[in-house]
């Protein structure tokens, strides 16, 4: 059978998958099927491969290619349109045919060739007839609704950062991006903005159907609590009134909902076919370790074909999508809109570096969105050093499931290390310690005024050890069993019952968690973080962290906690094990030594590198490659290495290590040796003596030198690595010597007048004063300067100038991508007479200056400015971004005045407003 024909037959199976019956032209029956595949059905170029025909009516066509040629598909396209504009035999119509498909027996390309700019992107499958035939039914198509008919976005009581995330992914959308990320720190919104982005993509965009994926089954509860209770700017009616939101609970998807609500396990279970347990939903995978006993991939699902979603909004789900998870992202032909708070590479990677907003923790504070916190320290000897126990003391003993006791002698003298705590060894003094500990500094030091405990959250190893920590808290607090709750998934109480209560009731004070209230979960409440746990991971911690950031007014925080006496302005972390000093990575790797290239594994294992670590890496790397060789690299393999394949040289390095085996082959050896043993009574040294023979025996192939060749040759020819982790930035962007030599004439020209006529033109006197006399730097003095310096002979206007430092201060240059205003005048004089280090757009310095100036602000008045306040303030900002000032007069310009004007200002600052503005014109100018 020749490539081609393999190739076809793959094709074939895929179409009928899809629901299309596949003819010969011979044997031409359209009335057979809504959907048919006719095969070399002949045009005036040459017979195409495959047209479709749907109710009749061609509709599109697809030029097949051998699976070698996957790397080529793009090249296939203008072969592809040229059938679909060619005149079909025996049709009446001409128009060119819209849906264009290159498929290999691997791989399919899709082009519609009715969007605005026809883009080929991959697809899983092959779409379904009925698919296409709504697609030619509709007016335009998605992609077309994206870019030409979303209507602006309503406003009103959404947050700067929400109107930037909602405007910055439509824009996105409307350039046909498939991935886009939105940066927005805990507490802003996420999940609000996205579901204003998704109700406009459903009402303007037409999408049939977008998928809402979640972390956990707790989120996903919480998710769709907040669809129900959304009501969009331009219909007084509920979310879950105009559109069915269905929250996946079963393998089937409600073929009238256009919200899903699910999980990546569940999504994951439904089209592997693989049963879900129940309690997998609910941990987050940030807290999983992934196997390759777990992998088993998606395969086409004809009860949810690729089509199913439109979009697939991932929120907070980033720890997720990498690795086995993957493939339910891979699997849909839908955009993908990422949701977070603590992005990683990965995550910057995955989503091709396309973030359409961002909206930092930093700048949550400011805007007093969130708080900020503080971070106390706890230190004891044992979390420090750990302790030691001697033989035969009597201690109890606890069985970790049951929880049972026995008191009985310790065989050994045991040392453990503060790591060891609470998994091998518990010390019940140290987490009394720490407890006490805690609650004389919340008492004394942290929040003295207090008369109740604040609610505090209390992370926890593991259940056990919540355990231990609940019993321990309600001893040193005094206190009974509502006083501290367990809130983890294994929970006898009902989990939600238990942080409904948390949130919003006086008790329980403190909860104690391991991982349910990790990520995601609001109680705004909280005061106090404890972490008797390290975290590793930077992204998990920030998430943890998270917890306590949200701010709240005075009235609801004292409804939970009755001594509060304003809102809350902050939270404590309290660190009972130095994870703020510990050392976090961007993720947890799932491989031993993923940044071990293959060749080095091989070389290390013929050196004698035998280590658990090594042996398993390179077993995976060849399980892996087994599954991508073609016989024939398959066949050089297995002439070299003596007759084994590259699966079985994979496999018998990872049998080689099973722990069983190891015995039973120490077991044979003793007996061989006429030794009698049993499994207790074997040696360390007979079981590593074992291990090493088994190893030194799965590893001997690799000695041969022509062995580790080929496979390296093999893998280069077969694998590509698709690297998220590095991304790259462009360090030159060329001008040539010349142009440099220019540019730096006329950045000399304006240094030197600059210098020249620094006590003639207001606005140069103006820098050159500070800080000893402050004015007000007006518009016009910029409008002066500009004239003098755009006149001949230097000819030095803001964008030339802008330009010029550009080329030969790339690095100190901020902002290029901007169109220029007459204001970035200033940053340029700041920047050549060194007042500033990096040249960046006056408007960014203006909102660097407003932030830092609206939080003093608030901070010496005691309480913020009000919302409305704060919006106002920030109109102002923007006239003086764009104007150098503000006065009582510009009041009348269309930004203000559309907004009420100089009357309204008035009646909401009074008396402040000129002094209001006068601190305005020094800090944010100056």
């Known amino acids: 059978m020749t490539p081609e024909t393999k190739a076809r037959l793959l094709i074939d199976q895929k179409l009928e998958q899809a629901g299309w019956v596949i003819q010969d032209l011979k044997q031409l029956n359209l009335g057979a099927a809504a959907g048919v595949a006719v095969r070399e059905y002949p045009t005036d170029t040459g017979p195409a491969d495959y047209v479709l025909f749907v109710n009749r009516n061609a509709v599109g066509v697809i030029e097949a290619k051998k699976d070698s040629a996957g790397e080529n598909l793009t090249a296939t396209e203008n072969q592809t349109e040229r059938y679909a504009t060619a005149n079909l035999k025996w049709r009446k119509d001409n128009t060119p045919l819209r849906f264009l498909f290159e498929a290999t027996g691997q791989i399919i390309h899709f082009t519609d060739s009715a969007d605005p700019i026809p883009r080929s992107r991959e697809i899983f499958h092959f779409f379904k007839p009925d698919t296409l035939s709504l697609w030619t039914s509709q007016n335009t198509t998605l992609r077309h609704r994206l870019a030409k008919q979303m209507p602006a976005l309503p406003e009103l009581n959404l947050r700067d950062c929400q109107i930037s995330a909602v405007t910055g992914l439509e824009h996105s959308l409307a350039l046909n991006k498939p991935r886009a990320l939105v940066h927005m720190a805990t507490g802003a919104g996420k999940t609000f903005t996205a579901i204003t982005s998704v109700y406009r993509l459903l009402k303007f965009g037409g999408a049939k159907r ?14 769709h609590q907040e669809f129900m209770a959304y009501t969009p700017p331009d219909d007084g009616r509920k979310f879950t009134e105009l559109y069915n939101v269905q929250r ?200 003295p005024s207090r008369k109740e405990t604040p609610k505090t959250l209390i992370f926890a190893k593991t259940d056990s050890h919540a355990d231990d920590i609940i019993k321990m808290v309600r001893e040193v607090y005094g206190q009974g069993n509502a006083f501290c709750k367990k809130v983890t998934y294994r929970a006898e109480e009902d989990a939600d019952s238990v942080l409904s209560s948390f949130r919003n009731d006086y008790n329980p004070r403190i909860a104690v968690t391991v991982d349910m209230i990790a990520t995601g979960t ?173 190893v030194a025996a799965a590893c001997a192939p690799f000695d041969r030198p022509e062995l580790r060749d080929e496979l390296e040759n093999a893998r280069r020819e077969r694998e590509q690595i698709i690297d998220h ?57 910029i409008e002066e300067l500009h004239e003098h310096l755009s006149k001949p002979p230097i000819m030095l206007t803001t964008e030339r100038l802008w330009s010029a430092y550009t080329r030969v201060q790339t690095t100190a240059v901020k902002g290029n991508d901007r169109q220029r205003q007459l204001t970035d005048l200033v940053s340029l004089v700041r920047f050549a007479i060194g007042l500033d280090t990096e040249l960046k757009p006056f408007a960014d310095d203006v909102d660097k200056r407003f932030q830092a100036w609206i939080f003093r602000h608030n901070a010496q008045r005691g309480t913020a400015f009000s919302p409305e306040q704060t919006e106002w303030l920030r109109l102002m900002k923007d006239h003086i971004a764009s104007s150098c000032s503000i006065s009582r007069d510009d009041f009348d310009y269309a930004e203000l005045a559309d907004k009420g004007g100089l009357q309204k200002a008035w009646g909401l600052f009074g008396k402040d407003l000129d002094t209001l503005m006068n601190e305005m014109n020094t800090e944010l100018v100056a």
């Open 725 to 781: 982790i590095n991304l790259d930035q462009v360090t030159f962007s060329g001008f040539s010597e010349q142009a440099e030599t220019q540019a730096n004439k006329v950045i000399q020209s304006f240094t030197d007048y600059i210098a020249a006529h620094k006590d003639e033109i207001a606005a140069l006197s103006f820098f050159y004063q500070q800080p000893y006399q402050r004015r007000t730097l007006t518009f016009d003095m």
């Open 522 to 694: 609001d109680v705004k409440p909280l005061e106090v973080l404890l972490f008797m746990r390290d975290v590793r991971s930077k992204g998990y911690y920030e998430q943890m962290k998270g917890r306590g950031v949200r701010s709240l007014d005075g009235e609801s925080l004292k409804r939970v906690s009755n001594s509060a006496d304003g809102a809350k302005t902050r939270f404590v972390l309290i660190d009972a094990v130095g994870v703020e000093k510990s050392l976090k990575t961007e993720s947890r790797p799932l491989e031993k030594k993923p940044g071990v290239v293959m060749k080095d594994l091989l070389q290390g294992v013929a050196m004698g590198s035998r280590d658990d670590d090594t042996v398993l890496s390179l077993a995976n790397r060849l399980v892996r490659l087994a599954k991508q060789l073609d016989d024939k690299a398959k066949a050089r393999i297995e002439k070299v290495s003596g007759g084994i394949s590259v699966g079985a040289m994979g496999k018998s390095l990872i049998t080689a290590l099973d722990p069983d085996a190891i015995v039973q082959t120490a077991l044979e050896t003793a007996k061989a040796k006429g030794i009698t043993r049993t499994e207790d009574s074997l040696l360390p040294e007979e079981l590593e003596a074992a291990r090493a023979q088994r």
């Open 248 to 447: 996946l609970a079963s393998p089937s998807i409600d073929p009238h909902a256009q919200v899903c609500i699910s999980t990546i396990q569940r999504m994951y279970s439904i089209l592997s076919g693989v049963p879900i347990d129940e309690s997998a939903e609910d941990v987050s995978l940030n807290e999983v370790q992934q196997t390759n006993k777990q992998e088993k991939l998606v395969r086409y699902n004809a009860a949810v074909p690729v089509e199913t979603f439109d979009f697939i909004v991932i929120d907070e789900c980033h720890r997720s999508i990498y690795n086995l998870w993957k493939q339910v992202l891979d699997y849909f032909d839908a955009s993908l809109i990422g949701l977070t708070a603590t992005p990683d590479k990965r995550t910057f990677g995955f989503f091709n570096e396309n973030i359409v907003a961002e909206y930092t923790y930093e700048q949550s504070v400011a805007d007093g969105v969130n708080v900020g916190y503080d971070v106390y320290e706890i230190e004891t000897e044992v979390t420090q050093k750990g302790a030691q126990l001697k033989a035969k003391e009597w201690v109890d003993h606890r069985d970790r499931a049951t929880r049972k006791k026995r008191w009985a002698e310790t065989e050994e003298d045991t040392a453990y290390t503060g790591k060891e705590l609470d998994r091998s060894v518990v010390n019940p003094s140290q987490i009394r310690q720490v407890i006490q500990a805690m609650k004389t500094a919340v008492e004394t030091q942290i929040f």
């Open 210 to 223: 977008i998928l809402f994926l979640v972390d956990t089954r707790n989120l996903g509860k919480q998710a």
